[in-house]
């Protein structure tokens, strides 16, 4: 089997595909939730503490001289992609959740035996009156 026919069958499978989806809704949900955090959650936390804008807390290494930036250690950038990734995990937990919660009460329900149809009822009497001639 060459090359090209093993791609071609991984690319069609189910799994690849839906691989692929759920890799394009996650970053778009990636996006949301950090804009969430960051339009909605971050501004009245900034505001509790001070009027603190996160994304602007640096720490200065060195000054800027000439052309030259300032070099800065940002770290109210990396504060804000931690509060991200929490809600992100939080929220991603909780869908899990509820998700293996429908599972479980799919599993639970009782499974309902369908009525033989009459064609199978009639083949069942056939059986058994063909058993009692033995």
Same mark, same amino acid.
């Given at each position: 089997?060459?090359?090209?026919? =093993?791609?071609?069958?991984?690319?069609? +499978?189910?799994?690849?595909? @839906?691989?692929?989806?759920?890799?394009?809704?996650?970053?778009? &949900?990636? +996006?949301?939730?950090?804009? /969430?955090?960051?339009?909605?959650?971050?501004? #009245?936390?900034?505001?509790?503490?001070?009027?603190? @804008?996160? $994304? +602007? /807390?640096? &720490?200065?290494?060195? =000054?800027?001289? !000439?052309?030259?930036?300032?070099? *800065?250690?940002?770290? !109210?950038?990396?504060?804000? $992609? /931690?509060? @991200?990734?929490?809600?992100?995990? &939080?929220?991603?937990?909780? $869908?899990?959740?509820?998700?293996?919660? /429908?599972?479980? +009460?799919?599993?639970?329900? #009782? *499974?309902?035996? #369908? =009525? #033989?149809?009459?064609? %199978?009822?009639?083949? $069942? =009497?056939?059986?058994?009156?063909?058993? %009692?001639?033995?």
């Amino acid at each position: 089997m060459g090359m090209l026919q =093993e791609f071609k069958e991984f690319a069609i +499978k189910g799994n690849a595909i @839906d691989m692929a989806v759920g890799i394009i809704v996650g970053a778009a &949900f990636g +996006k949301i939730i950090s804009s /969430l955090v960051a339009d909605i959650f971050m501004p #009245p936390v900034g505001l509790l503490i001070g009027g603190v @804008d996160f $994304t +602007k /807390l640096a &720490f200065t290494l060195k =000054e800027a001289s !000439g052309n030259a930036p300032a070099v *800065t250690l940002n770290y !109210g950038n990396f504060i804000q $992609t /931690l509060v @991200d990734f929490t809600v992100i995990a &939080f929220i991603i937990f909780m $869908t899990v959740k509820f998700i293996n919660r /429908l599972k479980r +009460k799919e599993a639970a329900a #009782p *499974t309902v035996i #369908p =009525e #033989p149809s009459r064609e %199978e009822q009639l083949l $069942t =009497e056939i059986r058994d009156l063909l058993k %009692e001639r033995k």
